[in-house]
């Protein structure tokens, strides 16, 4: 296989290799791609000192520069996106027309809307003080950025989930560190070719190829200033654990176990459509597939039977395929996680209405697979099962579907299906996770705006949009005041003072006639006529009487 791009590591700008390999497999044909260089963990740590060099310039950029180069990433990106599509379909199984729908598309969508909206969302924000004494001030907030963040990303969107993450650490005047999944390294080496094609100066993007073990030199680093990682609960667990040994900040997009609820009133084909769709979409290899479906009994059936007749309908094939819906699972342990979520529950009583086994021949296949006559004691009605099943259960009201769908240790993302906004509105209200939508699921990634995270056990913190921007700058309050002589709460505390701070206190809290009171009173003491200003007192004069 040729490919136009290193098979090793970029430091600086700067092709390393190191003393070991990976091997990189297409889940189609079980071939091997390609042998990869890795690093190992001192290696590594020469990517954070390339970071760290680079941060002190990187942070003094402008806005506008930065704009410029996620625009000129942008410009890569569109330039390569049918190679990066085909190299995703050849690494993850995901189908060409899919790869472009789901990783290329929230990818320059995302680049997109910070070289656009930059300024607006970072510049300094001015906030005008409450307290009525510290009204002379002129204070604002500034975002400034952190430091080196090491980026640490999963194989199912190898485009979508690091672009992403990327793009807003560097937009926020950071440096990165970026361990791509080894499952998926060509994709990630293709990414940095790209960082590297758009001008981005040495040491701002750095990206490792390294192995599980030697991802730790990463997380042990003091010079690393914030962890971003994508993954499974348990890894996570373990990240956070070790970042936190030396008080390093973790923003953790971790597992779901996703729900939808659906009402009697939904509308039957768009449901359908929806439930397949969020459901079966890269093999169900996403964190915010649907994995759960409560419905109410009303509608059970008639929704059953379109789900699998949309099933029944897929085409499911070699991913290179024009027609291809969809293709093998990435890797071979995860199709026998979702092997043997199934063969469980079918043990236990579950009914497979389509698929339900492990295919005969080459690739990791595994079928569309609907099952009914679920409990809540099956792991595939408990655990991340993160493959293309579809379990559906029959409730007997809102209420009952609403609190099932809440009573589980994940909180990604949910979705609630309905006609009825009374009901919409309730659904959104009630449904917990991070993200809600209703009649729709998944595609909020897509929206560079929306934040993006979970609750519980599906992770810390949000990505995306103003809200992920925060995870990665020092919130930093600023105040600038120029006063002549000393502010009234300085030196000396005497009699005076105190019979100042007395009334000042109901002069500025209470209301009525114990407010008029204490302002008389307040008026009588000397700090008051000495250390007041008094011109910006009667400016704001509003906020003694809010």
């Known amino acids: 296989m ?3 791009f290193p098979l090793a590591s970029l430091i600086a700008n700067q092709e390393v290799s190191g003393p070991s390999t990976v091997t990189t497999v297409n889940p189609t044909t079980e071939e091997v791609l390609a042998e990869v260089s890795a690093l190992d963990a001192q290696e590594a740590r020469q990517a954070v000192e390339a970071a760290s060099r680079a941060f002190p310039s990187w942070s003094q950029t402008s806005l506008a520069q930065r704009q410029r180069l996620l625009a000129s990433w942008l410009s890569v990106l569109l330039e390569q996106s049918e190679e990066l599509a085909r190299l995703v379909a050849l690494e993850t199984g995901k189908p060409l027309t899919e790869a472009l ?3 290329i598309f929230p ?5 997109s809307y910070l070289a656009r909206h930059l300024p607006a969302l970072l510049q300094p924000r001015p906030t005008p003080p409450e307290q009525i004494l510290f009204a002379h001030w002129r204070a604002a907030y500034r975002f400034e950025p952190l430091g080196v963040v090491a980026v640490i990303t999963p194989w199912n969107y190898p485009v979508a989930i690091p672009v992403v993450e990327i793009a807003q650490a560097v937009a926020c005047g950071n440096t990165v560190v970026f361990k791509p999944a080894t499952a998926t390294v060509l994709v990630g080496l293709a990414l940095a070719d790209t960082l590297r094609k758009a001008g981005f100066p040495p040491g701002v993007v750095n990206t490792v190829v390294l192995r ?3 991802t730790t030199a990463l997380l042990d680093d003091p010079r690393v200033t914030k962890v971003l990682f994508t993954g499974s609960v348990e890894v996570g667990k373990q990240v956070a654990q070790r970042a936190a040994s030396r008080l390093c900040p973790v923003q953790l997009e971790l597992g779901g176990k996703d729900a939808a609820v659906v ?4 509308d039957l084909e768009h449901t359908a459509q929806g439930l397949v769709w969020g459901a079966m979409q890269n093999s169900g290899q996403t964190c915010a597939s649907i994995e759960r479906v409560y419905v109410e009994k009303p509608f059970f059936e008639p929704l059953v ?3 699998v007749e949309l099933v029944n309908a897929l085409k499911v094939g070699d991913p290179l395929w024009p027609d291809t819906d969809m293709g093998p699972m990435t890797t071979l342990e995860q199709r026998q996680v979702v092997a043997s979520h199934v063969q469980q529950a079918l043990e236990q009583g579950a009914k497979a209405l389509t698929g339900g086994f492990v295919p005969p021949g080459k690739g990791y296949f595994y079928p569309p697979t609907v099952l009914v006559d679920v409990t809540d004691d099956m792991a595939v009605m408990r655990e991340e099962t993160f493959g293309p099943v579809l379990p559906i259960m029959p409730v007997d009201s809102l209420d009952e579907g609403i609190a099932r769908a809440n009573a589980s240790r994940f909180g990604l993302t949910a979705s609630g299906w309905t006609r009825s906004r009374k009901k919409a509105a309730r659904l959104m209200r009630e449904l917990a996770a991070g993200v809600v939508t209703i009649n729709e699921h998944v595609a909020t990634f897509a929206e560079p705006s929306a934040s993006w ?3 519980k056990d599906s992770g810390i913190g949000r990505s995306h949009g103003f809200f992920g921007l925060l995870e990665l700058v020092n919130i930093k309050y600023v105040a600038e005041s120029y006063p002549k002589g000393a502010s009234p709460w300085y030196y000396p505390y005497d009699e005076d003072k105190r019979a100042f701070l007395k009334a000042a206190l109901p002069a500025l809290y ?7 009171s204490a302002l008389r009173t307040l008026a009588r003491t000397q700090t008051f006529w000495a250390r007041v200003r008094k011109t910006s007192l009667l400016a704001h004069w509003p906020k003694l009487f809010r």
């Open 212 to 214: 599980g073990a030697d």
């Open 101 to 103: 729908l789901v990783d």
């Open 510 to 516: 209470a209301r009525g006639r114990v407010k008029l």
């Open 2 to 4: 040729e490919l136009a």
């Open 453 to 455: 995270g979970g609750i």
């Open 263 to 266: 009402a009697a009133d939904a």
């Open 305 to 307: 039977a379109r789900v």
């Open 107 to 111: 990818a320059c969508e995302a680049l």
